[in-house]
């Protein structure tokens, strides 16, 4: 942590007091991290993988975003038994406080300064604040040891996703557009709403990089940095492992799975708007139940489909 002790006369502030509040807040951070990792070491599984959401109180309030979040885990195929790895990370004390009601992993990330319980709408800067903030904690979660998937709490799990990731990646994304190519890096267009990351020094120094990339463009969210850096020769020089996830599987309302027989994933991506996203989310669980109540064999030639997008096209 870098102090500028310049001007501490003028403001009043003695150097032996900013010590004293640099010692504290070091204590506080220290206490936090403390506390992160008894809530990551509950939460994951026994390879050291935990599942990690974010969210605010406008989408933890009842009958929002988390509600549908969690019922899709208790109604997809396999995947109730993920909600005991999964972390909701809670950037407001309403959110943490709905948490605590419905779930049991929860930690509530300090927002010294930041007010980010409202709905955050696309590019304002408190959306922006929030995305970066997110980058900067799941940092956090790699030096501590953990591999995770973060997930927006927009993406409804209907199959456990394990299976359709790749062992030999460091950094997986899912797409809003999917080339066919998983180490496409011109074509797939990722979104950073949906992605597996492996603890490891690699994936450690992206992270840092990515973060302070907003420097160098400032003004965009991550996912637009991302864009930016992918190519940029420091991903070659640290080996990191790239790969993109197929939108068969985790697929959007950008680009949505084909095939319910295969869907891991629906994202709210493409879409603007709180109401508009829990419009077509609360059908798209619909079009799932009406999947899932089919007779076995009826499912596998099942030619039922997505009513969704609807608002949010």
């Not at 899709?72 to 995947?79: Q, V």
């Not at 020089?237 to 891991?264: A, H, W």
């Amino acid at each position: 942590m870098k102090l500028n002790l310049r001007g501490h006369r003028r403001l009043g502030v003695c150097r032996s007091h900013y010590y004293f509040l640099l010692a504290r807040n070091i204590r506080v951070i220290m206490i936090a991290i403390n506390r992160l990792a008894r809530v990551l070491k509950a939460a994951a599984s026994p390879n050291k993988t935990v599942i990690i959401t974010t969210l605010n109180e406008a989408w933890a309030a009842p009958n929002s975003v988390l509600d549908l979040f969690l019922h899709s885990f208790k109604s997809g195929d396999g995947t109730r038994k993920l909600l005991n790895h999964l972390v909701i990370i809670a950037l407001d004390q309403k959110a943490f406080f709905r948490c605590l009601d419905l779930h049991s992993h929860c930690f509530a990330l300090g927002t010294e300064g930041m007010d980010l319980s409202k709905e955050a709408y696309f590019m304002t800067p408190d959306y922006l604040k929030m995305m970066w903030k997110r980058i900067d904690f799941l940092r956090y979660v790699l030096e501590l040891g953990y591999n995770f998937i973060f997930t927006d709490a927009d993406i409804m799990w209907f199959r456990d996703p394990f299976p359709h990731l790749y062992m030999d990646a460091d950094f997986q994304i899912a797409c809003d557009h999917y080339s066919g190519d998983s180490v496409d890096v011109d074509r797939n267009k990722p979104n950073g709403g949906f992605s597996f990351v492996r603890s490891n020094t690699r994936t450690i120094e992206f992270y840092k990089y990515w973060y302070s990339a907003q420097e160098t463009y400032p003004g965009l969210h991550d996912q637009d940095v991302l864009n930016r850096i992918k190519y940029d020769s420091f991903i070659t020089d640290i080996g990191l492992k790239i790969r993109f996830l197929n939108t068969n599987y985790f697929g959007g309302f950008c680009e949505p799975s084909k095939d319910l027989n295969q869907v891991c994933t629906m994202h709210a991506n493409c879409c603007f708007g709180l109401e508009s996203k829990l419009h077509d989310l609360r059908i798209l669980l619909q079009d799932w139940r009406r999947f899932m109540s089919l007779p076995p064999m009826l499912k596998r030639s099942s030619i039922l489909s997505w009513r969704v997008p609807q608002n949010c096209r």
